[in-house]
């Protein structure tokens, strides 16, 4: 596989960092995960945005241009020949001295590599089952909005909930709401509404949750932040995540317990599959 690095197309096995990056040593770094659909991305300037604004909180200088960095993920995608799969967009600070500040690391790395769709049914991914983590996210964190490589809790929050046979965590805040699961942002369906708690209470500004917006506008579905506590999650109409490489997922579970099924999340994946293939589209000659 062809890994893009920094400037150059090498070899997976050639692909060397240094052991002082600050990404390494420090998660000091930004990444983004984008599904790759007919051998196009997928959300490409909306993942991109993300990460500028990023950037900017984390006093990062991105080191290639949109349109550069576009070109060079083709290519990638051409040469790994992936037509269904995932795109991974890494941004380093850099080299730096040993110790947190970032003093002289002047030189961002930035890395595309390309990985496997997840595994299922792309169009119609299953419905998942959720565990409830130990874990809490901070209220109120500045850093939850870009996303950062620093992602331990939500690596212990998934091995927890794999542990207990769940295909995924559920995430909770230091004031007991709900917020998000490990690596997907959170929907409920309350009294007609769609729901999603607030960016506020700890949430990722998800790309994909962004989308659900946008579709619910269309739809002429109501859709709000609305904060939740999770017994109230359990009373919900249908609850699902939306996340990047699959889209949008029905929860079934939560904690053994059984959620309803809604019609509404149906319409939402139907709407979701049509702009994935319209956007993925090949061009007409």
Request: no cysteine.
């Given at each position: 596989m062809m890994v893009f690095l920094n400037g150059e197309f090498v070899q997976e096995a050639e692909a060397k960092v240094s052991v002082f990056d600050r990404s390494f040593m420090y998660g000091d770094a930004l990444f983004e995960t984008m599904r790759v659909h007919n051998g196009k991305l997928f959300q490409w300037s909306q993942h991109w945005v993300r990460l500028e604004q990023g950037a900017i909180t984390l006093g990062l200088h991105v080191p290639f241009t949109m349109t550069e960095v576009l070109?060079?993920?083709?290519?990638?995608?051409?040469?790994?020949?992936?037509?269904?799969?995932?795109?991974?967009?890494?941004?380093?600070?850099?080299?730096?001295?040993?110790?947190?500040?970032?003093?002289?690391?002047?030189?961002?790395?930035?890395?595309?590599?390309?990985h496997p769709a997840p595994a299922g049914n792309q169009l119609n991914p299953p419905?998942?089952?959720?565990?409830?983590?130990?874990?809490r996210l901070p209220v109120g964190n500045p850093l939850s909005l870009p996303k950062h490589a620093n992602r331990l809790l939500q690596v212990l929050a998934k091995q927890e909930a794999q542990a207990q046979g769940a295909d995924e965590a559920l995430l909770l805040n230091t004031a007991g709401e709900v917020v998000e699961a490990a690596s997907a942002n959170l929907f409920y369906i309350q009294e007609n509404h769609i729901c999603t708690p607030p960016l506020s209470s700890g949430a990722l500004a998800g790309v994909t949750r962004e989308l659900v917006f946008k579709l619910c506008r269309e739809l002429d579905f109501d859709c709000q932040e609305r904060s939740i506590t999770p017994a109230k999650l359990l009373e919900a109409k249908g609850v699902f995540l939306t996340l990047s490489t699959l889209g949008i997922v029905e929860i079934s579970r939560i904690d053994g317990a059984l959620?309803?099924?809604?019609?509404?999340?149906?319409?939402?994946?139907?709407?979701?599959?049509?702009?994935?293939?319209?956007e993925t589209a090949a061009p007409q000659s």
């Open positions: 070109a060079k993920a083709a290519e990638l995608l051409r040469l790994n020949q992936v037509v269904t799969g995932v795109l991974r967009l890494h941004l380093s600070r850099g080299v730096g001295m040993r110790g947190y500040s970032p003093k002289g690391a002047d030189h961002p790395f930035l890395v595309l590599t390309t419905s998942w089952t959720l565990a409830t983590s130990s874990y959620l309803a099924s809604s019609s509404i999340v149906s319409a939402l994946q139907a709407v979701y599959r049509e702009v994935l293939l319209k």
